[in-house]
């Protein structure tokens, strides 16, 4: 099992950055592949952004290509999302999720751990 503890929302004005970070517990981080998540007001979750065991495959939504970037370090059990030229549509709580999956993909139910969240909202 893994803990994860989500850092680094805020508010910000459209066409900022922001870097999500998230901490993972436990010695196994390596064995899972890692995703980020959002969810706006009155909508469902969405899949983000992916990332493999090692680091390797990387895999976003269309919302985001080429304008965040997943990333993770697993000496310091560490994952992160660098946005940047953010929108008021990416106005969300942001959430890391661990998945058991070799290849989860951008399916939510294929993560098994969850972290609890961190508002990101953008400004117009």
């Known amino acids: 099992q893994v803990q994860l503890v989500e850092s680094g929302g805020g508010l910000v004005q459209a066409g900022g950055s922001l870097r999500l970070s998230c901490a993972a517990s436990?010695?196994?981080?390596?064995?899972?592949?890692m995703g980020w998540f959002r969810q706006a007001p009155d909508k469902e979750r969405e899949f983000v952004a992916g990332?493999?065991?090692?680091?390797?495959?990387?895999d976003y939504a269309d919302s985001v290509k080429g304008r965040f970037t997943i990333s993770r370090d697993n000496a310091k059990n560490t994952v992160h999302l660098q946005m940047a030229s953010l929108k008021p549509e990416d106005t969300a709580v942001y959430y890391c999720a661990a998945s058991n999956s070799l290849y989860p993909g951008q399916t939510l139910r294929r993560y098994d751990y969850w972290g609890q969240g961190t508002q990101v909202t953008v400004s117009s």
């Open positions: 436990g010695r196994t981080f390596v064995t899972y592949a």
């Open positions: 990332i493999s065991r090692g680091g390797i495959s990387t």
